[in-house]
C-alpha cells in the first residue's frame, strides 16, 4: 500500500494554506495511501490502440476576428483599485512567503 507520511501531508496542507488538527494529517495520511494505491491500479490499464483524449466529445475552437473597441482607459480601469502603482493593480505579494 502506498502512504504519505504524517510529514508529507502537513508539507501539503502548508503549501495548500490549510491548517489541520493532528488527528486530521494523521488520518489524511492513510486516506491518501487508498488514494494513491488506486491511481496506480488505473496506470496498470492496458492502453495499447487506445487513442489519447482530453474530452469525450469532438471539440472545435470558435474564432471570430479580432476587432479594436472602445473600452475603459487605464485611469478608468483602476479608479476603484484600493492600490496602485505604474498603471497596474498593486496586490500584496503571496509567492516567495516563508514557508
Known amino acids: 500500500?502506498?502512504?504519505?507520511?504524517?510529514?508529507?501531508?502537513?508539507?501539503?496542507a502548508a503549501l495548500a494554506r490549510i491548517e489541520m488538527s493532528e488527528e486530521e494529517?494523521?488520518?489524511l495520511?492513510?486516506?491518501?495511501?487508498?488514494i494513491l494505491?488506486?491511481?496506480a491500479r488505473v496506470q496498470e490499464v492496458?492502453?495499447?490502440g487506445v487513442?489519447?483524449?482530453s474530452h469525450p466529445q469532438p471539440i472545435q475552437n470558435v474564432f471570430r476576428e479580432?476587432?479594436?473597441?472602445?473600452?475603459l482607459t487605464p485611469e478608468q480601469a483602476l479608479s476603484g483599485a484600493p492600490?496602485?502603482?505604474?498603471?497596474?493593480?498593486?496586490?500584496?505579494?503571496?509567492?516567495?512567503?516563508?514557508?
Open 1 to 12: 500500500m502506498s502512504s504519505l507520511s504524517r510529514d508529507d501531508v502537513a508539507k501539503l
Open 46 to 48: 492496458n492502453l495499447d
Open 66 to 71: 479580432d476587432q479594436v473597441r472602445p473600452s
Open 83 to 99: 492600490a496602485q502603482e505604474e498603471q497596474r493593480f498593486r496586490v500584496p505579494q503571496i509567492l516567495g512567503e516563508a514557508e
Open 37 to 39: 494505491d488506486a491511481v
Open 29 to 34: 495520511s492513510s486516506q491518501f495511501g487508498m
Open 25 to 27: 494529517l494523521v488520518s
Open 51 to 53: 487513442v489519447a483524449t
